[in-house]
C-alpha cells in the first residue's frame, strides 16, 4: 500500500513559469518530507525539505509547502528553467524510521 | 559528491544465479540503504545498516540479503535471482535518521535478471 503518493506521473510547464508539483501521504505520524530530483543515469539528489512543525519552507527558486490536514504537501519551482526538466519524488518518514518515496513525477520545462 | 560508488553499474544475469552489488562510500557515514527503483513504485526500502554489522530489513527485504563488515561497505545480495529483481537499484547514506540528515544516493546499478 503506497503510503507517499504522487498522483501526476508527468508535468510539462513553460519557461519562466511556475511549476507545481504534488504530493499525498496517509500516514499522520509522518513529520519531516522531502523532494529530491533525479535526472536519468543519476540517483536523487536532495532538493528540500520541511519539518511538520512548519507549513513552508523556501530555498532560492524551490519552495515546499505543507498541509498537515490535508496530508499534503507541494513543491513549487519559480521561474521554471529548461534544466529543472528531471522526475522529482517525494519522501517521508516519522523520526527515526525509514523514508517512504512517491513514485514520481517527470517534468519537463519548455524553452 | 558525497563520495558514493556502486559496483557494478550495469550487470545482465541469469535467473537462478547468485549476484552481488556493491556500494563503497568514503564519507564515513553510520547508516547506510539500499533500495530499489520501479516504474509505479519509486524508490522503496530493502534493506538499511545502521553500523558495521548492524543490519534491518526495509520495505522489500523478501528475496535480498545484506552485509557490512566495514563501514565503507555495504553489500547487498540475491542468493538466487529473479525475473522480478529485476530494477534500478540505488544505495543512499545519511549521517543518521533522524531529521536534517537527509540521504545521499549513489549513482545506481541496473540489474536486468533474464
Known amino acids: 500500500d503506497q503510503q507517499v503518493k504522487q498522483n501526476s506521473p508527468s508535468l510539462s510547464v513553460q519557461e519562466g513559469r511556475i511549476s507545481i508539483l504534488n504530493c499525498d501521504y496517509t500516514n499522520s505520524m509522518f513529520d519531516y518530507f522531502l523532494w529530491y530530483k533525479k535526472y536519468p543515469a543519476e540517483g536523487p539528489t536532495f532538493l528540500i525539505s520541511i519539518s511538520s512543525i512548519k507549513d513552508k519552507n523556501e530555498d532560492g527558486r524551490f519552495t515546499v509547502f505543507l498541509n498537515k490536514s490535508a496530508k499534503h504537501l507541494s513543491l513549487h519551482i519559480v521561474p521554471s528553467q529548461p534544466g529543472d526538466s528531471a522526475v522529482y519524488f517525494c519522501?517521508?518518514?516519522?523520526?527515526?524510521?525509514?523514508?517512504?518515496f512517491g513514485t514520481g513525477t517527470s517534468l519537463t520545462v519548455i524553452p | 559528491d558525497a563520495g558514493i560508488t556502486q559496483s557494478p553499474r550495469h550487470k545482465v544475469t541469469e535467473t537462478g544465479t547468485p549476484v552481488t552489488l556493491r556500494c563503497h562510500q568514503t564519507?564515513?557515514?553510520?547508516?547506510m540503504y539500499w533500495y530499489r527503483q520501479d516504474p509505479g513504485h519509486g524508490l522503496r526500502l530493502i534493506h538499511y545498516?545502521?553500523?558495521?554489522?548492524?543490519?534491518d530489513k526495509g520495505e522489500v527485504s523478501d528475496g535480498y540479503s545484506v552485509s557490512r563488515s566495514k563501514t565503507e561497505d555495504f553489500l547487498l545480495t540475491l542468493e538466487s535471482a529473479t525475473s522480478s529483481q529485476t530494477s534500478v537499484y540505488f544505495c543512499?547514506?545519511?549521517?543518521?535518521?533522524?531529521?536534517?540528515?537527509?540521504?545521499?544516493f549513489g549513482p545506481g546499478t541496473r540489474l536486468t535478471v533474464l
Open positions: 543512499a547514506i545519511t549521517m543518521g535518521p533522524l531529521e536534517g540528515n537527509e540521504q545521499f
Open positions: 545498516s545502521y553500523g558495521v554489522k548492524d543490519t
Open positions: 564519507e564515513n557515514h553510520r547508516y
Open positions: 519522501a517521508a518518514s516519522a523520526i527515526g524510521n525509514q523514508f517512504y
